[in-house]
């Protein structure tokens, strides 16, 4: 199985701040990551998949980057509804993992 | 707007089998989409379960591909989960998903499944 390795666990942000968040796969996922966002009682909702493509009703503050192993999910400008916890997921092939988690707290 | 709906028992005896059922409403089916099952507690984060083609087709998770089987009934528009040999291990939201090119999207709600007896 590939390992999504994400990080930080959680970090601690304030309004209007830029926020940063990796994942590194255990081996080329040739750009077939998503970014989702879930908040607490919720299902995880998709942001970005395909690196860098975001999904319909997404903010564009919402941007992803990266490629081979190396990827990343960049907020501009954090909202206060932003606050929510950030996994990335890899479709390279199966079984489809998930990072651990990042949660976005307010600082 | 496509809507997905899990709905089935929310506790299970250990040794059991859980069975969910997806019910999917607003776009169909039997389209180009593969469907999923997705679930997620504290102990093991977000797992994918396997997915399943409106033709039969599945592919599962190894780690649970001994225990697990996944179908679909275009006729109802649902699609189905089950795990057998149940243990504590199992207890966990299930959720189900549209798999679109890869990314789950949209969710259902998701069903909290605890394993008790």
């Known amino acids: 199985d590939i390992q999504m390795t994400q990080s930080p666990s959680s970090l601690s942000a304030s309004i209007g701040d830029r926020v940063t968040i990796t994942c590194r796969a255990s081996q080329d996922i040739r750009n077939a990551i998503a970014w989702f966002q879930q908040k607490p009682g919720k299902a995880p909702n998709l942001l970005i998949y395909a690196v860098s493509k975001l999904q319909s009703g997404v903010p564009s503050r919402f941007s992803g980057s990266g490629s081979g192993t190396d990827y990343t999910l960049t907020i501009n400008s954090l909202q206060p509804e932003d606050f929510a916890t950030y996994y990335c997921q890899h479709y390279y092939n199966n079984p489809r993992t998930f990072g651990q988690g990042t949660k976005v707290e307010v600082k | ?117």
């Open chain 2, 1 to 117: 707007q496509v809507r997905l709906q899990e709905s089935g028992p929310g506790l299970v005896k250990p040794s059991g089998t859980l069975s969910l059922t997806c019910a999917v409403s607003g776009v169909s089916i039997g389209g180009t989409d593969w469907w999923t099952w997705v679930r997620q507690s504290p102990r093991n984060g977000l797992e994918w379960i396997g997915q399943v083609y409106h033709s039969g087709s599945t592919d599962y998770n190894p780690s649970l591909r001994s225990r697990v089987t996944i179908s679909v009934d275009k006729s109802k528009s649902q699609f189905s989960l089950k795990l057998t040999s149940v243990t504590a291990a199992d207890t966990a939201i299930y959720y189900c998903a549209r798999d679109v090119g890869g990314a789950p999207d949209p969710w259902g709600q998701g069903i909290l499944v605890t394993v008790s007896s």
